[in-house]
């Protein structure tokens, strides 16, 4: 292997060394205490070490990096004190995510390093979000993403290059080509030359790097990076290395053959570097005994007060509070004058009034921008914003959702426009995975609302129709809010856009051109988890939601002999039980009425915690009234039959008469 040393002093060819040396001292230390069971599932990235190390010293400090499994290089490149990181591997307080998730899996702003999620895929876009933050902030930073061969086969990897192409964002695509994902070869994981070469398809300035050459590759990031602050633009990067132990500890390494193996372990980075220091005399024997034990004591120490820290403590309303982050709500009421307007008008207004508010507020979608968005509602937008904020993307949810993310964590607020609350499905993912569990994991907020157009009566058929709210009223650590009227639609998305959390801002679109209200046309907010009481009566609780709010008044209004309470749900997520238990207390009989299919909708859910909270004050059972259970048809007919409206009438005359 040939060293070329530059312009590097004797100091930081040294520094590169040990920068080499602490990771690779640390894992062989990691390898005996897992053996006895003091720590848990271990990655090795022996022999992976130049990559890491070699772009974390090219990027400056306050430069973020998305690290993934085997990259301990970074973590300890960036001086977090040794024992954080032992106590994080033992889910210990000390660590970085109170026990809650294990190995490199938890981010620090404090060292600007934001870990991964399991799955891989997603920090591809998360780089995106902080790189497009960069831009915004015209701070002249970059940012770095690794990846390894088996993650550039997900769509994510594809999504995130391709959005950064398209938006020039600055950021580092580091592809760690290692031969294996956990034990596919690359032959079986792609069929092109060089992944490298993927990059060229997204219009990407691509490079090769020999990964196990720590100067060649500090020399050519040193100078990529200096290059991309001063012209902001995405760069892909494969680096040629192998994985020369198992995936895992526990896996092994039965299917690699022993001489591939042999083979790469005499290129090891760190070997070849040392022998080169040594025979440059900028190294001898004694200074590599002292330096060892230096960082052997280091690592004793540090191992002693993560090992000797006690479990962590266990307590319910630890983990509950963790789920979100407070909020400290205000409300902000709303001046005397009103207009008229309709579902879709309130949307908007609430949006623009809010981009006015926050001054450096996001909004990514498809075809918003010139366009105005499929409904219109960010029409106009463009001029008034500008297009740094009024963002059209490609068709990509995936990247888009974690690119939102990823501006939370560069500290911008952000709001995804769905085109159709269907196609939230291709960004289930992060929503569900990223958004939903960082608060708990790492206590990092995920300050992002995705608006849901949704739901039936437009004809639209199975994939423009749904109203999937259950996808997400289930998950921990979204909220989810679905307004039937303008004046709560404004309120509600005013006070979503103010919440740090992440937000699922369901949107009727058959209610959007159809329902008119006074709403007032000054910014104002209305709290979360509050219900709304539209009608009072003492026979019998009508629950609803959306479009089946105006089902319910309809059916009202043409049987004026029913006295009922009409509650407007307005929240799921949040849910105010209290509401609904006082008006069953008072009515004694409860219908639930929702415009998704009946099973594992919030209806069931709701009908349980009645049974568990108020079945002493019960006269009937609760009677759920759904959709049937097939996908939404396309056909009128066929749409109406399908919908629980058709229903509602005769359910509750039947549950009055019980
Ligand atoms: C979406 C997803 N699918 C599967 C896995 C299981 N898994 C974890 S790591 C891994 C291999 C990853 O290979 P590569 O990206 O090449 O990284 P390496 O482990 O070689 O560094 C697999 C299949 C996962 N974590 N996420």
């Given at each position: 292997?040939?060293?070329?040393?530059?312009?590097?002093?004797?100091?930081?060819?040294?520094?590169?060394?040990?920068?080499?040396?602490?990771?690779?001292?640390?894992?062989?230390?990691?390898?005996?205490?897992?053996?006895?069971?003091?720590?848990?599932?271990?990655?090795?990235?022996?022999?992976?070490?130049?990559?890491?190390?070699?772009?974390?010293?090219?990027?400056?400090?306050?430069?973020?990096?998305?690290?993934?499994?085997?990259?301990?290089?970074?973590?300890?490149?960036?001086?977090?004190?040794?024992?954080?990181?032992?106590?994080?591997?033992?889910?210990?307080?000390?660590?970085?995510?109170?026990?809650?998730?294990?190995?490199?899996?938890?981010?620090?702003?404090?060292?600007?390093?934001?870990?991964?999620?399991?799955?891989?895929?997603?920090?591809?876009?998360?780089?995106?979000?902080?790189?497009?933050?960069?831009?915004?902030?015209?701070?002249?930073?970059?940012?770095?993403?690794?990846?390894?061969?088996?993650?550039?086969?997900?769509?994510?990897?594809?999504?995130?290059?391709?959005?950064?192409?398209?938006?020039?964002?600055?950021?580092?695509?580091?592809?760690?080509?290692?031969?294996?994902?956990?034990?596919?070869?690359?032959?079986?994981?792609?069929?092109?030359?060089?992944?490298?070469?993927?990059?060229?398809?997204?219009?990407?300035?691509?490079?090769?790097?020999?990964?196990?050459?720590?100067?060649?590759?500090?020399?050519?990031?040193?100078?990529?990076?200096?290059?991309?602050?001063?012209?902001?633009?995405?760069?892909?990067?494969?680096?040629?290395?192998?994985?020369?132990?198992?995936?895992?500890?526990?896996?092994?390494?039965?299917?690699?053959?022993?001489?591939?193996?042999?083979?790469?372990?005499?290129?090891?980075?760190?070997?070849?570097?040392?022998?080169?220091?040594?025979?440059?005399?900028?190294?001898?024997?004694?200074?590599?005994?002292?330096?060892?034990?230096?960082?052997?004591?280091?690592?004793?120490?540090?191992?002693?007060?993560?090992?000797?820290?006690?479990?962590?403590?266990?307590?319910?309303?630890?983990?509950?509070?963790?789920?979100?982050?407070?909020?400290?709500?205000?409300?902000?009421?709303?001046?005397?004058?009103?207009?008229?307007?309709?579902?879709?008008?309130?949307?908007?207004?609430?949006?623009?009034?809010?981009?006015?508010?926050?001054?450096?507020?996001?909004?990514?979608?498809?075809?918003?921008a010139g366009y105005g968005g499929v409904f219109k509602i960010t029409e106009g937008f463009l001029e008034v914003f500008g297009e740094e904020r009024i963002r059209n993307t490609p068709i990509c949810e995936s990247a888009i959702v974690s690119a939102a993310y990823g501006l939370s964590v560069n500290g911008i607020k952000s709001i995804v426009e769905m085109q159709f609350s269907d196609f939230v499905s291709t960004g289930f993912n992060p929503i569900v995975n990223l958004l939903a569990k960082s608060y708990y994991r790492w206590n990092q907020p995920a300050d992002v609302v995705i608006r849901m157009p949704c739901g039936a009566g437009v004809g639209a058929g199975p994939f423009h129709s749904q109203t999937n709210e259950a996808w997400f009223t289930k998950t921990p650590g979204l909220k989810v809010i679905y307004t039937a009227f303008p004046y709560d639609a404004k309120g509600l998305l005013a006070t979503a856009i103010n919440d740090p959390n992440p937000v699922l801002f369901f949107e009727h679109k058959g209610l959007y051109r159809t329902i008119r209200q006074d709403v007032p046309t000054e910014y104002y907010t209305l709290p979360f988890g509050k219900a709304s009481l539209l009608q009072t009566g003492n026979n019998v609780t009508i629950i609803a939601f959306g479009a089946s709010v105006h089902w319910a008044l309809e059916v009202l209004e043409s049987n004026l002999d029913i006295s009922a309470d009409l509650i407007d749900l307005r929240c799921l997520q949040p849910l105010d039980t209290e509401a609904i238990f006082t008006s069953v207390r008072k009515t004694s009989k409860v219908i639930i009425v929702q415009e998704d299919s009946l099973f594992g909708g919030i209806a069931s859910d709701i009908s349980s915690l009645i049974h568990e909270n108020c079945f002493e004050f019960l006269d009937a059972p609760v009677k759920r009234v759904a959709s049937m259970e097939t996908p939404i048809p396309f056909d009128s007919k066929l749409e109406a039959q399908y919908l629980s409206k058709n229903k509602l009438e005769t359910a509750l005359k039947e549950l009055l008469s019980y």
């Open positions: 292997m040939i060293f070329i040393k530059k312009n590097l002093s004797n100091k930081k060819l040294l520094e590169l060394y040990k920068a080499m040396l602490k990771p690779r001292m640390i894992e062989e230390k990691m390898l005996i205490l897992l053996r006895q069971g003091k720590i848990s599932k271990w990655f090795s990235g022996i022999g992976q070490e130049a990559i890491a190390i070699g772009v974390t010293a090219a990027l400056k400090e306050d430069e973020y990096i998305l690290p993934m499994h085997r990259n301990l290089g970074v973590f300890t490149s960036r001086n977090i004190p040794l024992y954080r990181l032992f106590a994080q591997w033992q889910g210990k307080a000390s660590g970085f995510t109170k026990g809650r998730d294990r190995s490199f899996h938890f981010g620090t702003q404090e060292y600007n390093i934001i870990g991964m999620i399991s799955h891989l895929g997603p920090q591809l876009g998360v780089a995106d979000g902080i790189a497009l933050g960069n831009l915004l902030k015209k701070n002249n930073k970059i940012c770095a993403v690794f990846t390894g061969d088996g993650g550039t086969s997900e769509g994510d990897f594809h999504e995130a290059l391709n959005v950064a192409s398209v938006w020039k964002l600055p950021v580092l695509f580091c592809v760690e080509n290692n031969g294996y994902g956990l034990s596919t070869p690359t032959s079986e994981q792609y069929n092109c030359k060089n992944l490298a070469d993927r990059g060229i398809g997204y219009g990407m300035e691509t490079h090769i790097i020999d990964g196990n050459n720590i100067l060649k590759l500090y020399h050519k990031i040193e100078a990529l990076a200096k290059s991309m602050r001063k012209n902001p633009r995405p760069i892909l990067l494969e680096f040629k290395t192998f994985r020369i132990r198992g995936h895992e500890e526990a896996s092994g390494t039965k299917y690699v053959s022993k001489e591939l193996i042999e083979d790469w372990v005499k290129k090891d980075p760190l070997k070849n570097y040392q022998k080169y220091l040594l025979d440059e005399k900028l190294l001898s024997l004694d200074d590599i005994l002292e330096i060892k034990k230096n960082l052997s004591n280091e690592i004793d120490e540090n191992w002693k007060i993560a090992n000797e820290e006690e479990a962590i403590t266990v307590n319910v309303t630890n983990e509950l509070n963790d789920v979100f982050k407070d909020v400290d709500y205000h409300k902000i009421k709303s001046g005397n004058s009103v207009e008229n307007i309709r579902l879709v008008d309130a949307v908007s207004q609430g949006l623009k009034q809010s981009m006015e508010r926050h001054e450096d507020l996001v909004i990514m979608g498809q075809d918003i």
